[in-house]
């Protein structure tokens, strides 16, 4: 083998080493700086094996996995990320599918076809909104969980309990607002009085989830690593 072929080699095989590392960590929810820190300092030991004629095994050993993940857990360095790009979706889009049904009543209510739900009784219509309520809580934890999980993400335990504690209250407030919006404008059912509304709920629940796992992240980076 040529050193030009050995070179070439060399350099796909660290560069391979180099994905996987970034996968790793991003996964284990290193932040980006930190990542490009790790990144860097990987490259150059490997850099450095090889003109010392040595594989990256002399530097990840027989498991790269475990080794890159223990080289950026010794540093404090997994868990930082909040990954609000993946929890706030989630979590809203759990809220929409467990409110499907509640929602196309308001929207009925707010378009004046409040004819087409009609049930009679105050009962009925306080144990549908609550049941909606439920639902719409176990799907938000379900989705938030689902999607970090998946990720691989060191903090998706801690951020279902902080969410599961917070995200009533944000919900009490943010609705509590939007009623009182809507009494404000003598409950009108206007698209601009429809869009306030709902945007002031929405903000209320992305403020809370993002909070929820703002704490979760901060108490991992305190405590360490979980697992669920």
């Known amino acids: 083998m040529t050193s030009a072929t050995a070179a070439r080699a060399d350099s796909t095989e660290r560069s391979d080493v180099i994905r996987q590392a970034n996968r790793l960590w991003r996964r284990a929810g290193v932040h980006r700086t930190d990542r490009q820190l790790l990144l860097t300092e990987l490259e150059t030991e490997l850099r450095g094996a090889y003109q010392d004629g040595h594989s990256p095994t002399s530097i990840l050993g027989e498991d790269s996995d475990q080794m890159l993940r223990s080289w950026a857990h010794e540093r404090g360095m997994c868990g930082r990320a909040l990954r609000l790009g993946l929890v706030v979706p989630s979590a809203l889009a759990g809220i929409v599918v467990g409110l499907a049904a509640v929602l196309l009543v308001l929207v009925a209510s707010f378009r004046g ?111 360490g690593p979980e697992s669920l």
């Open 113 to 223: 076809w409040s004819g087409s739900f009609d049930p009679g009784r105050l009962r009925f219509v306080l144990s549908f909104y609550a049941s909606g309520a439920a639902l719409a809580f176990l799907c938000a934890l379900l989705c938030v969980w689902g999607a970090l999980r998946y990720f691989g993400d060191p903090c998706a335990a801690s951020t279902v309990r902080w969410l599961a504690a917070l995200l009533p209250i944000g919900a009490a407030l943010s609705t509590g607002a939007g009623v009182a919006v809507a009494w404000w404008r003598n409950f009108n059912t206007s698209t601009p009085v429809f869009v306030a509304v709902t945007g002031l709920v929405i903000v209320g629940l992305v403020l809370t989830v993002g909070l929820a796992r703002y704490l979760a992240v901060r108490t991992m980076n305190d405590t």
